[in-house]
């Protein structure tokens, strides 16, 4: 009899190095998320574990005051809640970025893993501007390895809008695409944080009465800078719209007035 046909050997897939192609995006945010609990949470043993009184020095050295005792560790109470506020306003930026993306590539994840190497380096950032809180040349240094850390922790997450907007039909939602809803102010948010930071860089090198706690008291400001900035881009809208919508009257009553011209008019 005849024989059968025999079956070619099944090629081998090969790894691709394609950056466009598709990648889960509940993989990236889950593992996101992860990194950023992570993180929160060592700063949370950071602060409890170094900054907490010891009774006998409350009694001794305080009169058994609590809160005096306290407020001597007040400028690490201050570096943690700046950071801690830096933490959850970036995973905010970042939850708010990907509730746009209807879907991941594998440069977004590279862009995404490159942005949270730098949000894992935040606690470095706490212990060094709590442990260099005096003024000094020290000091100034600290606050601008934080700045630095800040800064690229956020444009790597700008890098990954910018991303997304070169394939925007297939990678973003239409509320976040040109023109769309969302879009300004997506932009105006994933911005906020590389601008602050570098703005904060500069002044270090400007000022020589910059300080810690005004570092700090910056990132603790930032969330109602969130919502001024909200108001802003909204009212901006607002009046852009308006002002094209009288442009196009006008150009639509001239249209009108020529056409009820007559042609000896319109020729004088």
Same mark, same amino acid.
């Given at each position: 009899? /005849?024989?059968?046909?025999?079956?070619?050997?099944?090629?081998?897939?090969?790894?691709?190095?394609?950056? &466009?192609?598709?990648?889960?995006? %509940?993989?990236?945010?889950?593992?996101?998320?992860?990194?950023? =609990?992570?993180?929160?949470?060592?700063?949370?043993?950071?602060?409890?574990?170094?900054?907490?009184?010891?009774?006998?020095?409350? %009694?001794?050295?305080?009169?058994?005051?609590?809160?005096?005792?306290?407020?001597?560790?007040?400028? *690490?109470?201050?570096?943690?809640?700046?950071?801690?506020?830096?933490?959850?306003?970036?995973?905010?930026?970042?939850?708010?970025?990907?509730?746009?993306?209807?879907?991941?590539?594998?440069?977004?994840?590279?862009?995404?893993?490159?942005?949270?190497?730098?949000?894992?380096?935040?606690?470095?950032?706490?212990?060094?501007? &709590?442990?260099?809180?005096?003024?000094?040349? *020290?000091?100034?240094?600290?606050?601008?390895?934080?700045?630095?850390?800040?800064?690229?922790?956020?444009?790597? /997450?700008?890098?990954?809008?910018?991303?997304?907007?070169?394939?925007?039909?297939?990678?973003?939602?239409?509320?976040?695409?040109?023109?769309?809803?969302?879009?300004?102010?997506?932009? =105006?948010?994933?911005?906020?944080?590389?601008?602050? &930071?570098?703005? =904060?860089?500069?002044?270090?090198?400007?000022?020589?009465?910059?300080?810690?706690?005004?570092?700090?008291?910056? /990132?603790?400001?930032?969330?109602?800078?969130?919502?001024?900035?909200?108001?802003?881009?909204?009212?901006?809208?607002?009046?852009?719209?308006?002002?094209?919508?009288?442009?196009?009257?006008?150009?639509?009553?001239?249209?009108?007035?020529?056409?009820?011209?007559?042609?000896?008019?319109?020729?004088?």
């Amino acid at each position: 009899g /005849q024989r059968g046909v025999e079956e070619e050997p099944h090629s081998l897939e090969t790894f691709t190095f394609y950056l &466009s192609e598709p990648l889960s995006k %509940e993989r990236v945010e889950a593992f996101s998320d992860g990194v950023y =609990a992570i993180v929160a949470t060592l700063l949370i043993l950071d602060i409890c574990e170094d900054n907490v009184p010891d009774p006998r020095e409350v %009694e001794e050295k305080f009169h058994g005051s609590l809160l005096e005792a306290l407020s001597e560790y007040g400028p *690490n109470y201050l570096a943690y809640f700046g950071s801690f506020v830096t933490i959850g306003l970036l995973w905010f930026v970042h939850h708010s970025l990907f509730l746009y993306v209807t879907k991941a590539t594998r440069l977004m994840g590279l862009l995404n893993i490159l942005s949270l190497a730098f949000i894992g380096g935040l606690p470095l950032a706490y212990q060094l501007t &709590s442990e260099f809180a005096e003024k000094s040349h *020290n000091e100034i240094e600290a606050i601008q390895v934080s700045c630095v850390i800040t800064f690229f922790a956020s444009i790597f /997450q700008f890098a990954i809008w910018t991303t997304a907007l070169l394939n925007e039909e297939e990678t973003l939602h239409a509320f976040a695409r040109y023109g769309g809803k969302e879009h300004a102010f997506m932009f =105006a948010k994933l911005a906020l944080y590389p601008c602050v &930071s570098l703005g =904060a860089f500069f002044l270090t090198c400007l000022l020589s009465e910059f300080s810690t706690a005004i570092f700090h008291l910056m /990132q603790i400001v930032i969330p109602f800078a969130f919502l001024a900035l909200r108001i802003f881009v909204r009212i901006s809208l607002t009046a852009i719209k308006s002002v094209m919508s009288l442009s196009r009257r006008k150009v639509v009553l001239l249209e009108e007035e020529e056409a009820c011209l007559s042609p000896n008019e319109t020729l004088s």
